[in-house]
């Protein structure tokens, strides 16, 4: 069966989509940047699914580690899942530039990065697919999180372009755009419940669209529309918007 690499594998979506690949039968890596909280995940994953599991120990800031790391893999990966991200806090960004640059590495460089080493794995396979978590929060920049969407919007665009280019490499590459999901990312905001996805939901989502090779994902799925329209609102009534 495919090996499946989740990068950033602790948090909420990324354990939903371990258990989704898990149930299907797939070798299941996990990494992150502290391996040993992974380890109960992967005894159940092990003992649930009856699978292989192994933990990996992947800081996405520590660029410099990223290929030594792709390279202790125990085998190659059929199927890399970009998951790690962080939403920062937009004010204390404005002000602080540790706080900014923390949002644009986490959620652009560290995943351009480990996903330029991937790629190339890939492509000389000629075999593969590549999926990356980004957000609907990229279709359009927004005063409220407006640091962290630049950083999504950044890697939808790199992730077009990668599909572009791999295409004819017999790599696909598959963009998913979550909207509001509850997890603990996203705990401490007033999510709408009939917006809102669990983490379940995204991963089957998730599974299927890859399954069918789909470019682009929108999950929940109405929110394809809800971005189109605000994508679509003139700039000069965008920027009076308080969003």
């Not at 502290?34 to 800081?59: G, K, M, S, W």
């Not at 899942?81 to 404005?94: A, P, R, S, T």
């Not at 007033?190 to 470019?215: G, R, S, W, Y």
Request: charged share 20%; net charge positive.
């Amino acid at each position: 069966m495919p090996t499946v690499l989740i990068l950033g594998a602790g948090s909420d979506m990324a354990v939903a989509l371990a258990r989704r690949y898990a149930a299907a039968g797939h070798t299941i890596q996990l990494a992150a940047r502290n391996p040993q909280q992974l380890r109960p995940l992967e005894q159940d994953l092990r003992i649930r699914h009856r699978i292989a599991a192994t933990v990996h120990a992947f800081d996405a800031l520590n660029f410099e580690s990223h290929a030594a790391f792709y390279q202790s893999l125990p085998t190659p990966p059929d199927i890399v899942i970009c998951v790690f991200g962080y939403l920062g806090d937009q004010e204390k960004g404005q002000q602080d530039w540790n706080e900014a640059s923390r949002i644009i590495n986490t959620n652009y460089t560290g995943a351009v990065s480990i996903l330029n080493i991937a790629a190339e794995s890939m492509a000389a396979r000629g075999t593969g697919t590549i999926i990356g978590i980004s957000s609907v929060a990229g279709d359009r920049g927004r005063m409220s999180n407006y640091l962290y969407g630049s950083a999504k919007a950044g890697f939808t665009a790199y992730l077009s372009g990668l599909r572009n280019r791999l295409w004819h490499s017999g790599v696909h590459v598959m963009t998913v755009e979550p909207g509001f999901v509850a997890t603990q990312m996203t705990e401490h905001l007033t999510l709408p419940p009939l917006l809102t996805a669990q983490p379940a939901e995204v991963a089957e989502d998730i599974f299927k669209a890859a399954e069918n090779k789909k470019n682009v994902l929108y999950t929940k799925w109405f929110w394809r529309y809800i971005m189109t329209i605000i994508r679509n609102i003139p700039e000069p009534i965008f920027k009076k918007k308080k969003l």
